[in-house]
C-alpha cells in the first residue's frame, strides 16, 4: 500500500474526510443490518400466534432492542422496516459523497502529476532534455499519470470495502464470535492463498508500464519519418518493430485479464462454501437460533464479500501503481536535473556579446577549443561553416542552454555565469530552422497566448517582420487560423510570423538558426530586407550556409575545426586572440 500512503500523504484532509465518512457509511450499514434480526424474531413470533413459545433474545438481540429502547423506537415491522431503510439511505448517501470526493481528487492527482512532469522536464538542464525521448514524455503525461489516478480510485475503493468489511465482521462476532471466528480464519486463507494472483497482476502491470513507454518512444519516432519509409517502401520495417512491441504488451495485458478473472471465479466459490460451513457450526455445533444463523450468514456474506472485493481492488491497484513509480521516478529525475538560473545581474546588451577562449565539447568529445568571437550590439552577425562546425552550438552557448568547460562568455564586460539567466533569455528573440506553427490564429501564433501582450503588440510585431499588409488583407484579420502546422501559408509568410514571434516581446537579441534555408530566393530576399531593417535597434545573430545573410552581415565568422574566422572585409584581431 505504499502508493496509497504516498498519495494520502500528499492528500492529507481530503483523505481524512474520505476516511471519516466511509466510516460513518459503515456504522450506518451496520446500523440496518443490526435491525433485521429483532425484524426477523417479530415477524417469526407474529407467524406463530399469540400464544406460542417465545424464545428469550440472545445477548447481541437484547442489546439492540434496549438501543432502540432508549431511541423510542418500538420493536414492530413498521419501525424496524423504517430503521433498515433510514440506514441504507444514509449509508448511500455518504458514500455518494465519498465517490464524489474520490473522482475528485484522482483527478487532482492526474492533473498534478501531468503538471509535475511537464514542469519539471521544462526547467531541466538543455544536455538532460535532450537525452529526453518525446514519446516517453507524451506517455508518461498520456497513459501513466491516467493510470495513476486509476490506482488511487481503486485503492480508496478497496479501503471503502476494508471498512464495511470490519463493520460486517464486528456484527457477526456479536452475534457469534466462535462460528465467526472459524470462518473468517478461513476467508483469511483463502485470501492468503490467492494472493500469487494479486502479485501476477502487479508482474503483469510493471511489464505493461515498460512496453507502454517503449512503444510510445518507438511510435512518435516512426510516425515523424513516415514519408521517407514509404518513399523508399521500407514501411514495413516500421510494422516490424511495433508489432513486436504490441505482441509483447498484449502478453502482459493477457496475464493481467487471465489473473483477474482467476481471482474472481476461484474467490466467490470458496467464499460461499466457508459461508455455509459458519452456517453449519452455528446450527449444529452450537445450536444457534435459525433466525440469528440467517442474520449471521448475512453478516459473513457481506463481510466475506467485501473482503473479497478489498482484494480485487487492490489487484487492480496493483496492476498500474508501476505507473506512478515510473511517473514519479521520471520527475525526480528531471527536478534533480533542474537548471540553476539563479539571481544574478541584470542585463542590458548595450556594448556587444564576447566569447574568450572558449572550450567546449559533448559527451568527451571537443568541439571548440580556444574560441573567441565578438558580437558588437546593433549589428548583424553571420556564422558560416560545414555541417558539425559548431555553428548551432555558439547559439546554444549564447542563449545559456550550455555552458563552456573553459573560457567566459561576456555580455557588456559582466560574466554570463554573474547574469540573471532568465532576465537574459527574456532579451532574446529566437527563429528556428523548422518553424512549427500552432493550427490556431495569426495572433495566437505570434503571442503564444502570453495575456500580457495585445492586439496592438502583435500589430506592432507584424509590422517590424514586413508582414502586416499581407496579414491585414486576410478575411479575419490577425484572427484568421493558419491551419496545421500552418499549412495555409507559403514558407515565407510561416517565417516571417515567427520572427514576428520573436519581435513581439521587443527583444535585444534576435538569433535566427538557418531561419531562410528552406525559403526560395525571392522569400529570402525579402526576409533579408526586413532585417536590415532591424539591424540598426537590435543585435541580430544569424546561422546560415546563403549567401543572402552574408552579404547583409556587418562581419561574418567561418567555423571549422573547432575555430573562427574573420571574413574580410572585417579581418581584425580579437582582443586578447590571434587572427
Same mark, same amino acid.
Request: charged share 20%.
Given at each position: 500500500?505504499?502508493?496509497?500512503?504516498?498519495?494520502?500523504?500528499?492528500?492529507?484532509?481530503?483523505?481524512?474526510?474520505?476516511?471519516?465518512?466511509?466510516?460513518?457509511?459503515? &456504522? #450506518?450499514?451496520?446500523?440496518?443490518?443490526? $435491525?433485521?434480526? /429483532? @425484524? %426477523?424474531? +417479530?415477524?417469526? *413470533?407474529?407467524?406463530?400466534?399469540?400464544?406460542?413459545?417465545?424464545?428469550?433474545?440472545?445477548?447481541?438481540?437484547?442489546?439492540?432492542?434496549?438501543? &432502540? #429502547?432508549?431511541?423510542?423506537?418500538?420493536? $414492530?415491522?413498521? /419501525? @424496524? %422496516?423504517? +430503521?433498515?431503510? *433510514?440506514?441504507?439511505?444514509?449509508?448511500?448517501?455518504?458514500?455518494?459523497?465519498?465517490?464524489?470526493?474520490?473522482?475528485?481528487?484522482?483527478?487532482?492527482?492526474?492533473?498534478?502529476?501531468?503538471?509535475?512532469?511537464?514542469?519539471?522536464? %521544462?526547467?531541466?538542464?538543455?544536455?538532460?532534455?535532450?537525452?529526453?525521448?518525446?514519446?516517453?514524455?507524451?506517455?508518461?503525461?498520456?497513459?501513466?499519470?491516467?493510470?495513476?489516478?486509476?490506482?488511487?480510485?481503486?485503492?480508496?475503493?478497496?479501503?471503502?470495502?476494508?471498512?464495511?468489511?470490519?463493520?460486517?465482521?464486528?456484527?457477526?462476532?456479536?452475534?457469534?464470535?466462535?462460528?465467526?471466528?472459524?470462518?473468517?480464519?478461513?476467508?483469511?486463507?483463502?485470501?492468503?492463498?490467492?494472493?500469487?494472483?494479486?502479485?501476477?497482476?502487479?508482474?503483469?502491470?510493471?511489464?505493461?508500464?515498460?512496453?507502454?513507454?517503449?512503444?510510445?518512444?518507438?511510435?512518435?519516432?516512426?510516425?515523424?519519418?513516415?514519408?521517407?519509409?514509404?518513399?523508399?517502401?521500407?514501411?514495413?520495417?516500421?510494422?516490424?518493430?511495433?508489432?513486436?512491441?504490441?505482441?509483447?504488451?498484449?502478453?502482459?495485458?493477457?496475464?493481467?485479464?487471465?489473473?483477474?478473472?482467476?481471482?474472481?471465479?476461484?474467490?466467490?466459490?470458496?467464499?460461499?462454501?466457508?459461508?455455509?460451513?459458519?452456517?453449519?457450526?452455528?446450527?449444529?455445533?452450537?445450536?444457534?437460533?435459525?433466525?440469528?444463523?440467517?442474520?449471521?450468514?448475512?453478516?459473513?456474506?457481506?463481510?466475506?464479500?467485501?473482503?473479497?472485493?478489498?482484494?480485487?481492488?487492490?489487484?487492480?491497484?496493483?496492476?498500474?501503481?508501476?505507473?506512478?513509480?515510473?511517473?514519479?521516478?521520471?520527475?525526480?529525475?528531471?527536478?534533480?536535473?533542474?537548471?540553476?538560473?539563479?539571481?544574478?545581474?541584470?542585463?542590458?546588451?548595450?556594448?556587444?556579446?564576447?566569447?574568450?577562449?572558449?572550450?567546449?565539447?559533448?559527451?568527451?568529445?571537443?568541439?571548440?577549443?580556444?574560441?573567441?568571437?565578438?558580437?558588437?550590439?546593433?549589428?548583424?552577425?553571420?556564422?558560416?561553416?560545414?555541417?558539425?562546425?559548431?555553428?548551432?552550438?555558439?547559439?546554444?552557448?549564447?542563449?545559456?542552454?550550455?555552458?563552456?568547460?573553459?573560457?567566459?562568455?561576456?555580455?557588456?564586460?559582466?560574466?554570463?555565469?554573474?547574469?540573471?539567466?532568465?532576465?537574459?533569455?527574456?532579451?532574446?528573440?529566437?527563429?528556428?530552422?523548422?518553424?512549427?506553427?500552432?493550427?490556431?490564429?495569426?495572433?495566437?501564433?505570434?503571442?503564444?497566448?502570453?495575456?500580457?501582450?495585445?492586439?496592438?503588440?502583435?500589430?506592432?510585431?507584424?509590422?517590424?517582420?514586413?508582414?502586416?499588409?499581407?496579414?491585414?488583407?486576410?478575411?479575419?484579420?490577425?484572427?484568421?487560423?493558419?491551419?496545421?502546422?500552418?499549412?495555409?501559408?507559403?514558407?515565407?509568410?510561416?517565417?516571417?510570423?515567427?520572427?514576428?514571434?520573436?519581435?513581439?516581446?521587443?527583444?535585444?537579441?534576435?538569433?535566427?538558426?538557418?531561419?531562410?534555408?528552406?525559403?526560395?530566393?525571392?522569400?529570402?530576399?525579402?526576409?533579408?530586407?526586413?532585417?536590415?531593417?532591424?539591424?540598426?535597434?537590435?543585435?541580430?545573430?544569424?546561422?546560415?550556409?546563403?549567401?543572402?545573410?552574408?552579404?547583409?552581415?556587418?562581419?561574418?565568422?567561418?567555423?571549422?575545426?573547432?575555430?573562427?574566422?574573420?571574413?574580410?572585409?572585417?579581418?581584425?584581431?580579437?582582443?586578447?586572440?590571434?587572427?
Amino acid at each position: 500500500m505504499q502508493l496509497m500512503l504516498a498519495l494520502f500523504r500528499k492528500h492529507r484532509w481530503r483523505t481524512i474526510l474520505m476516511l471519516l465518512a466511509l466510516l460513518a457509511s459503515g &456504522l #450506518a450499514e451496520g446500523i440496518g443490518l443490526s $435491525a433485521l434480526l /429483532p @425484524l %426477523l424474531n +417479530v415477524a417469526i *413470533a407474529a407467524d406463530r400466534g399469540a400464544g406460542a413459545e417465545v424464545t428469550p433474545p440472545g445477548q447481541f438481540e437484547q442489546a439492540v432492542l434496549d438501543i &432502540l #429502547a432508549r431511541l423510542g423506537i418500538t420493536p $414492530a415491522i413498521g /419501525p @424496524l %422496516l423504517l +430503521v433498515i431503510v *433510514a440506514g441504507v439511505a444514509f449509508k448511500s448517501l455518504l458514500l455518494l459523497v465519498v465517490q464524489r470526493q474520490v473522482g475528485y481528487t484522482a483527478a487532482q492527482i492526474g492533473t498534478e502529476l501531468r503538471l509535475d512532469l511537464l514542469r519539471a522536464i %521544462l526547467r531541466s538542464r538543455w544536455e538532460y532534455f535532450l537525452h529526453q525521448p518525446v514519446g516517453k514524455l507524451t506517455n508518461g503525461l498520456a497513459t501513466e499519470a491516467q493510470r495513476s489516478s486509476d490506482s488511487f480510485v481503486f485503492g480508496a475503493t478497496a479501503v471503502t470495502f476494508l471498512i464495511h468489511a470490519l463493520i460486517y465482521g464486528a456484527i457477526a462476532v456479536a452475534i457469534s464470535w466462535q462460528a465467526t471466528l472459524l470462518s473468517l480464519i478461513a476467508g483469511v486463507m483463502v485470501i492468503g492463498s490467492s494472493h500469487f494472483l494479486v502479485r501476477m497482476t502487479r508482474r503483469a502491470g510493471r511489464r505493461q508500464t515498460l512496453l507502454l513507454s517503449s512503444l510510445m518512444a518507438q511510435l512518435t519516432d516512426t510516425l515523424q519519418s513516415v514519408k521517407p519509409l514509404k518513399a523508399m517502401a521500407r514501411e514495413h520495417l516500421a510494422d516490424q518493430v511495433l508489432a513486436g512491441e504490441t505482441f509483447r504488451l498484449n502478453r502482459a495485458l493477457r496475464k493481467q485479464v487471465f489473473s483477474g478473472a482467476l481471482l474472481n471465479s476461484v474467490q466467490d466459490l470458496l467464499f460461499a462454501s466457508f459461508i455455509a460451513l459458519g452456517m453449519y457450526l452455528a446450527l449444529v455445533l452450537f445450536s444457534v437460533e435459525l433466525s440469528t444463523v440467517l442474520v449471521l450468514a448475512i453478516a459473513l456474506g457481506r463481510a466475506f464479500g467485501s473482503l473479497g472485493k478489498v482484494q480485487k481492488q487492490y489487484q487492480k491497484m496493483a496492476q498500474g501503481e508501476s505507473a506512478y513509480w515510473s511517473l514519479q521516478g521520471s520527475i525526480d529525475a528531471a527536478t534533480t536535473a533542474a537548471e540553476h538560473l539563479g539571481e544574478g545581474r541584470a542585463p542590458s546588451l548595450e556594448r556587444g556579446i564576447q566569447f574568450e577562449h572558449l572550450a567546449f565539447g559533448y559527451d568527451e568529445h571537443p568541439v571548440f577549443d580556444d574560441l573567441c568571437l565578438d558580437f558588437p550590439a546593433r549589428t548583424l552577425t553571420t556564422l558560416i561553416g560545414p555541417s558539425g562546425a559548431g555553428k548551432t552550438t555558439v547559439i546554444d552557448l549564447v542563449i545559456g542552454l550550455v555552458r563552456p568547460s573553459a573560457g567566459e562568455i561576456f555580455v557588456d564586460g559582466i560574466a554570463m555565469g554573474e547574469l540573471d539567466l532568465r532576465a537574459w533569455r527574456s532579451l532574446i528573440g529566437y527563429v528556428p530552422q523548422d518553424t512549427v506553427l500552432l493550427h490556431d490564429s495569426v495572433l495566437h501564433n505570434v503571442t503564444l497566448g502570453d495575456t500580457a501582450l495585445t492586439p496592438a503588440d502583435a500589430e506592432n510585431a507584424l509590422r517590424a517582420a514586413g508582414i502586416w499588409d499581407f496579414v491585414a488583407a486576410l478575411p479575419e484579420g490577425m484572427n484568421t487560423l493558419v491551419g496545421e502546422r500552418g499549412g495555409k501559408l507559403s514558407g515565407g509568410q510561416r517565417q516571417r510570423v515567427a520572427i514576428a514571434r520573436a519581435l513581439v516581446n521587443k527583444p535585444r537579441l534576435l538569433i535566427l538558426d538557418e531561419a531562410t534555408s528552406a525559403l526560395d530566393p525571392v522569400s529570402e530576399r525579402e526576409i533579408c530586407q526586413t532585417l536590415v531593417g532591424l539591424k540598426n535597434d537590435l543585435t541580430i545573430l544569424a546561422i546560415s550556409h546563403d549567401s543572402a545573410l552574408v552579404d547583409i552581415a556587418d562581419r561574418v565568422y567561418e567555423l571549422a575545426r573547432g575555430q573562427a574566422r574573420l571574413l574580410e572585409p572585417q579581418r581584425a584581431t580579437l582582443e586578447g586572440c590571434s587572427d
